[in-house]
């Protein structure tokens, strides 16, 4: 069999061992991708492919097993490095989709002294390689698992590097602003002039704002990758099942006039206008002796303490609100709950959304679905959800956290500033750079990127 011309790999960037992963999803498909990575991978290409190829050209031909017969025709893709996504020798084979063929494939290319990739490891030797940041590797995850349109478009922005770029330039702020301070220390004998403290203290203030308005972005995409976990809870036969119902514009959860009928947790996942909400139906909350029916109602409080939001259904005909009382006794005082008045389509109540003293009451028919309207607008505001946003990313939990230390950082800086306390002044600001270093890991931990990449797929 003929062979092209050897590339040049003199300039390649590899990796002293060559990894494999399948890249496609588990099943039967018309086509199906293994994708390696890393060392010279000549020796990979001639006793696969039964020759060398070009950088940037693809090849059609047999993939070839050990004593030459043909395990699958399909298509090879060489990528010389550091001209490749993870920085590396890349080579992809788009073969039949079939699960055998893939794992005859896959099985080849191990017994050529490659090994299996773990989890996340092509995006890991991406971001090491300098390809990407770390907030760009996340965004890669969070565009395969985007559930909505608006999470897409904000996982993509992410990837482009919106995101990185508004960190780095606040980055950049604070090394400059440290690097002033620091070198205002260096005059300690003398008191910082009028105009240098009137400076760094209006820097400081803008860097506040800065970070101020990069949290609110960074919420929104954290709402966007999470959504919100809502808890209905309630005396049995309220309506908490109808509700979920109604909710989900379909039949999820048993509805009768039999107390207790629901005696396990069931769980939708749906989505207001973008934003990703996953609501969980409970066992009704009352005295029993039934041992099922007091473990669906353990199961009830379990989810609770971990939920945004508790949707207290409290049927409108029968009202008590002493009875309403005691169930809030039994919920945790730091869990918000907002109370829903069900079936105003008997007791004639319009529809109506009430506010009184930092508590909220809705009134609606989970039947009719007639206040559902006000219920969602609802639980928008209570997450402050604004909808699709060109200055909206994906962001992590890690990604809120970091700016808020970079924030309490920045405000115990300005306090120092007003006690003219410079040294510890510098000592902030260098606890908010690294802080938002984390983010695009600038400033990590190997602990942290083992844990990050270990929740992608393979593959990837």
Do not use: W
Not at 175 to 197: C, H, K, N, Q, Y
Not at 288 to 315: F, K, M, N, W, Y
Not at 399 to 422: G, P, T, V
């Amino acid at each position: 069999m003929g062979s092209a011309p050897r590339p040049n790999m003199s300039h390649s960037s590899t990796s002293p061992e060559a990894i494999v992963a399948i890249a496609t999803p588990p099943g039967r498909g018309g086509i199906g991708v293994i994708r390696l990575s890393g060392g010279d991978l000549t020796f990979v290409m001639n006793a696969l492919l039964g020759r060398l190829i070009e950088p940037r050209y693809s090849y059609y031909g047999p993939f070839l097993a050990e004593d030459d017969s043909v395990l699958d025709r399909g298509l090879a893709f060489f990528y010389l490095g550091p001209n490749s996504f993870t920085g590396e020798n890349v080579l992809e084979l788009q073969a039949h989709g079939s699960p055998v063929v893939l794992d005859l494939l896959l099985r080849r290319v191990l017994s050529l002294n490659v090994r299996l990739a773990r989890p996340g490891e092509f995006t890991e030797r991406a971001f090491l390689n300098g390809k990407i940041d770390l907030a760009q590797a996340e965004a890669i995850a969070d565009l395969i698992d985007a559930s909505t349109e608006q999470a897409a478009k904000s996982a993509q922005r992410a990837l482009e590097g919106a995101f990185s770029r508004e960190v780095n330039r606040l980055v950049e702020g604070l090394i400059e602003l440290r690097l002033f301070v620091e070198a205002s220390i260096d005059f300690t004998d003398e008191d910082i002039d009028f105009l240098e403290e009137a400076r760094i203290s209006e820097q400081l203030e803008l860097l506040r704002q800065d970070l101020a308005l990069i949290q609110s972005s960074a919420r929104q995409g954290t709402l966007l990758r999470e959504g919100m976990k809502i808890v209905i809870v309630g005396r049995p036969n309220a309506g908490k099942s109808s509700l979920l119902n109604s909710m989900a514009k379909k039949d999820i959860a048993i509805v009768s006039d039999i107390p207790g009928t629901t005696r396990d947790t069931v769980r939708e996942h749906i989505h207001i206008e973008g934003m990703p909400i996953h609501i969980i139906d409970t066992a009704g909350l009352r005295d029993t002796q039934d041992p099922i029916e007091l473990e669906g109602i353990r199961r009830a409080h379990s989810e609770i303490d971990s939920c945004d939001r508790v949707l207290l259904i409290i049927d409108a005909l029968q009202a008590d609100p002493i009875e309403e009382e005691d169930l809030l006794k039994t919920l945790p005082s730091n869990i918000a709950v907002t109370r829903v008045y069900n079936k105003i389509d008997i007791t004639g109540h319009p529809p109506e959304l009430k506010t009184n003293e930092g508590e909220t009451s809705i009134y609606l028919s989970a039947k009719s679905g007639d206040g559902l309207d006000l219920l969602f607008s609802h639980l928008k505001a209570c997450m402050g959800y604004k909808g699709d946003s060109e200055d909206t990313f994906i962001a992590r939990r890690r990604h809120l956290d970091a700016i808020r230390r970079a924030l309490r950082a920045i405000e115990s800086a300005q306090l120092n500033l007003s006690q003219s306390r410079l040294e510890l002044l510098a000592e902030e600001l260098t606890e908010a750079q690294n802080a938002m270093s984390e983010i695009t890991g600038g400033f990590t931990s190997d602990d942290l990127l083992g844990r990050i990449f270990s929740s992608f797929c393979i593959g990837k």
